[in-house]
Structure formats: structure tokens, C-alpha cells
């Protein structure tokens, strides 16, 4: 199996998959945002990309700088396309979408996903987790090859800002969802490591306890330049990372058999 793994911006990222088993044509675009934080030139990209594959547009909330409400555009670009929604998406009063001239997707090419749950999609199964800030986190098992996106769970540690409980809640979730993911074989980890915070939202906390075959960070608003500080810190275990710096860096990967 071969993954080409693109960055778009912050928390977006284009996953192709080629050799697989089924299907050689399998396209993951994880957390388009709205129109304002991207250029002509980033949509122009993933139009591009998603051309003639076969595409899932994955939103893991419903935060602005992680979903796009006007998805037209895309699926213009590509017909087919499969959507796969937070809830919390729905419940913030996006329930209505201009997709390909119609007013909602069919019940096949849409999936509202609830946390803790796990579906058998045709090509993949997803499992959700809670996120301890909005929506959800994902595990994907795609031909044995397990790939995390944490879309906005982050160990949170606004220091100074956050009061006993909420603070505890919020390492409680990221903690335990670390547990859980260490009973499995993480090929393929994206979580966030936000230069906002001391602790770069606990970043080397998931990678050290994780120890995912490639790491991704994420959330970075853009200033991708602050990840050679969070590396030049970081004095764990790593395998291998993608160290992007500008929208369209692109990286291959190939994996084995599991």
C-alpha cells in the first residue's frame, strides 16, 4: 500500500491511497476549512487532487478553521463524493447543504457520526472517540492500516485561563483516548501541536506514550515554521514525521502487509 499525504492548511490534509486491495483510488480530505483561511491557490490544489478519486470529505467539528458549510464547490469537482460529519456539525445548525444541485446528500454518500461508535463503511471502518473541545476524534482502519485524526482533542492546558475541574476533565479525555490507542498499532497519528500552549497542546506526551509509525502535527493556523522549535524540544522516541512548511509539501509512504 502507498499513502500520499499532502498538507493544505492547519488541520486539512489530502490522504491518497494507492495499491490497495479494492481500490487503488481512495482520497481522505480531513477538515476542509471555510473559504477565509485558504487562498485561490490551496482550492485550486484540492480540486486537483480529489478529481476522478474516490473521495471522503471527513469533518471532525464544527469550528470554522476545520468546516467549510459550503462543501458545493468540491463536490462539484467531484460528484461522488462521500461526506462523513461530526454531529455537533448538525447540532450548531449546519443540517442543510448545497451539494451538486441537491439540497442534501443521499443517506449513502452522507454519514453524521456520533461519538463512540464504530461503522463498517465500503471502504474502511471508523471509529469515534469524545473529544474533549468540540466533535470528535477518528480511527481509521484502512486494510489493517490504522490511522488517528484527533481533529481538536488536545490536552487543552490554558495555563492560568482554566479552572480546577475543566482542567482535569480536559486531560482526563486526552489521557484516557492515548490509553486507548496504545492497544492498537497507530500507523499514522495527526494531532495537535499548537505553539499557543507550554505544553504544545500535548503533542510529546501522544507521541512518546502513542509511538505512531509516522506522526503528523497539526493546528498550526499556518506559522508551520513553529514546528522546528516544537522538534528541537522534543527529546522522545519518533519514527518518522512529515516536517511540511507550505501548502501543496507532499510526502509518500509505503507500508507492508499488516
Not at 480511527?139 to 481538536?152: K, M, Q, R, S
Not at 503528523?216 to 516536517?243: A, K
Request: aromatic letters at 14%.
Amino acid at each position: 500500500m502507498k499513502l500520499e499525504l499532502t498538507y493544505v492548511f492547519h488541520n486539512c490534509f489530502l490522504l491518497r491511497f494507492s495499491h490497495l486491495a479494492f481500490d487503488s483510488n481512495l482520497t481522505l480530505l480531513f477538515d476542509y476549512p471555510a473559504n477565509v483561511f485558504l487562498e485561490q491557490k490551496q482550492r485550486a490544489l484540492v480540486k486537483t487532487k480529489i478529481t476522478g478519486t474516490n473521495l471522503y470529505i471527513i469533518s471532525s467539528h464544527y469550528h470554522e478553521d476545520h468546516f467549510s458549510p459550503d462543501l458545493a464547490d468540491l463536490l462539484e469537482t467531484n460528484p461522488e463524493g462521500k461526506i462523513i460529519l461530526s454531529h455537533d456539525i448538525i447540532e450548531a445548525g449546519h443540517g442543510e447543504f448545497n451539494l451538486a444541485g441537491q439540497s442534501q446528500p443521499t443517506d449513502e454518500r452522507l454519514l453524521i457520526a456520533e461519538p463512540e461508535e464504530t461503522y463498517q463503511l465500503p471502504d474502511f471502518t471508523l471509529t469515534t472517540f469524545s473529544s474533549n473541545d468540540s466533535g470528535l476524534a477518528f480511527l481509521l482502519d484502512i486494510e489493517g492500516i490504522n490511522l488517528y485524526f484527533g481533529g481538536d482533542l488536545a490536552d487543552w492546558d490554558w495555563e492560568g485561563e482554566l479552572g480546577p475541574e475543566e482542567r482535569a476533565r480536559i486531560k482526563k479525555i486526552f489521557y484516557s483516548t492515548i490509553e486507548r490507542l496504545k492497544q492498537e498499532k497507530i500507523h499514522i497519528a495527526f494531532t495537535n501541536t499548537d505553539r499557543r500552549l507550554k505544553n504544545w497542546a500535548g503533542a510529546s506526551e501522544f507521541i512518546a506514550e502513542v509511538r505512531p509509525e509516522i506522526f503528523v502535527p497539526m493546528h498550526t493556523f499556518g506559522d508551520t515554521q513553529s514546528l522546528r522549535r516544537f522538534f528541537q524540544e522534543y527529546q522522545g522516541p519518533l519514527d518518522h514525521v512529515f516536517q511540511y512548511t507550505t501548502p501543496g509539501d507532499a510526502v509518500s509512504f509505503h507500508f507492508s502487509e499488516p
